[in-house]
């Protein structure tokens, strides 16, 4: 590399310039020597009417517009033994001859040899590369300016002309040589990229058998690069023909997936039983890996190869924390962080086995798992980018300093660290509806805008069964405190309580919280129908979920925040019909039962718990803590001994906190208020000056608004 890198350097520096002929100076100089010939001409028409110092003063004045136009030095002398020469055809004739010469020393190109860059040894050739006009380069011979003027001074003498106008002629045309070559940059780049498309590396071969480095010498860098290259010869080298670099990798990729297939069955069994979770985790890790090797690639390059603060940057502009914020969000900080020591670890050993890589990556990912953990906003999501982003430029700046890194290439490392950070937090604010849709994923914030008042489920429920949205609302309060005393996700207990009877506005009038007028419609239904239709608002909750598009857990909440519970009122009623009718009458317990099934996650059963606990608490004829105990561990009794909470994961500790939770808001939402006395019980010195101040205040209030308003306002006021 060493020495194609000077190759390279020096078949650029060797480039040849390139060069376009100008023919713009001839152009010019002819055309001022044709006005000069016109004037000519017209001084030999009126030359004869002319007296001497006339004439003498026309030739001054021909000289001087001459010069002046381009700069010429035409002596007075020398126009005089033009004019005077012979008639104006042979002057004519003699010009023409001259402009004939100088414009072929043009077309050739002409250099000056006073020029440092055109300084040639005796006895050479200069060639030059000319590019023509069909854009081809062409190695021409040129012209200096003595050549040319010695052309032109040949073609002048061989026209027969005295030596004194000849050399009239000369001086006359000599103001009209100069250089007319111009650098053509365009060109030599074309140039340089054809070099270089042809260049090939330097192939250093080293005789079997003989010393890379001899002892006691000191190593060039041409020596140390062999042996580099020689040790990783024989570091891919092996006597099976199995390529031990690619052997390592593989084990070591094997070794990972043995390790975290154990860790997801120790600590996520979630997610080793949900192939959608499996799958996420699958995609998104490997979608980060593929940007690392493609990060990784860019070393490759040529503007990297050859630019070492280039590519010394790229480790730290490697995204490695994607993947880890997304699997923290969408799964959890348990499988975040296991993505982050995969995604880490690999990076590491992609950019050389560097143990700083792993360590940088690692911690960065942590950071931001960290931060965005439990997210409710959106904009935090930056922030744990950015903080992240942050912590890589430190850990660079810090650790690389203590190498010796200069500061050019420290400040360019940790400003591409902080800026991934940031990017990486905007990648994945952006992706991370699209993986929550395509996955079925649920975050808090997508159950934070669930729990607007304004979804047009919540504003049908307060119209249409204001009851039991009300009832809905107590519930949650009564399932986020058990959830948050669990160490459950009480957010999502709070949001899918707001929506678990959303199936009662179909029928909001034959559930009791609705009733305001006092008819119940179940008064005429037998008690089969009445249970169907309580049964029924589970099902027609779970189709209007399907149809606003609710998240999977809120559906899964609305199917099982009943269980398969017996509808008790309508079952010992139809008892009791059955026995007043006969004994051959048998009530099917079955038709009595919701459809479940039973809660499947601790949340679910909070819910089943809070929302009986909630319904029966209204019939409390006095609040009181002994009450609310008794009633809430004959729910709880009911529920157990029923196998209600048999399929979910709870266990009885957690069973007892949330007894206490719920006792504790259920005696600080009922509680009693203070009895405040009627107007016939006021003693009659308060009443009157109640009376009082009751008629002062408007009255100091108005004059009070006179003060600062205009006559219209205290009119208006007064009115």
Known sequence: ???????????????????SIDMEPYEIFKTNVEKLVAEIERYAEIEPDLSANGAKNLVNHIASEFNSSGGYRLSVSDLTSIVEFADIKTQKDIIETGLISLQESYRLGIYDPADPRFRFADDTVALFNIIDQEGSIGKNSLESIEVALRSLRIALTAANVPKSVAEAFIHLFD???????????????????????DF?????????????IEPGTTVTEEQY???????KHLDGKSDSGLDDQLLGRMLLILGMVVAATLYIRLEDRETLQSNGRLALLAVVVIINLAIVRVCFELSNLERFVYDSELSAILPYITPTALAPILVAILMGTGPGLLTAFIVSLVTAVMFGNRLDILVMAFMASTIAIFICRNIRKRGRVVLGGTIAGASVAAFTALFNYSDGIPTD?????????????VTEGIVVLGILPVLEGLFKRTTDITLLELSDYNHPLLRRMQLEAPGTWHHSLMVANLAENACNAIGANGLMARVSCMYHDIGKMVKPEYFTENQLDGHNPHNEKTPSFSALIIKSHVKEGVDLGLTYKLPRPIIDIIRQHHGTNLIRFFYHKACQQAEAEGAGNIVQESTYRYDGPKPQFKESAVILL??????????????????VEELIDRIFSVNIKDGQLDECPINMAELAKIRESFIFTILNSLHSRIAYPSDKQTPPALKKAKEQREYKEPKEKLAQEAKSSTPEKVEANAS
């Open 1 to 19: 590399d060493i020495l194609t890198t000077q190759e390279r350097e020096r078949l650029l520096n060797d480039v040849p310039h390139v060069y």
């Open 409 to 421: 290439t420290l400040f360019m490392q940790a400003a591409g660290g902080l800026l991934t950070g």
């Open 175 to 197: 103001d009209g040589l100069e250089p007319n070559l111009v650098r053509n940059h365009a060109a030599e780049i074309e140039l340089s990229e054809q070099l270089l498309a």
């Open 610 to 627: 809070a929302d009986s606990i909630e319904a029966a608490s209204r019939s409390l004829a006095k609040v009181t803590p002994q009450n």
């Open 225 to 231: 690069e062999r042996l580099v290259e020689y040790r």
């Open 200 to 212: 090939k590396p330097v192939i250093a071969a080293v005789e079997r058998g003989a010393s890379l």
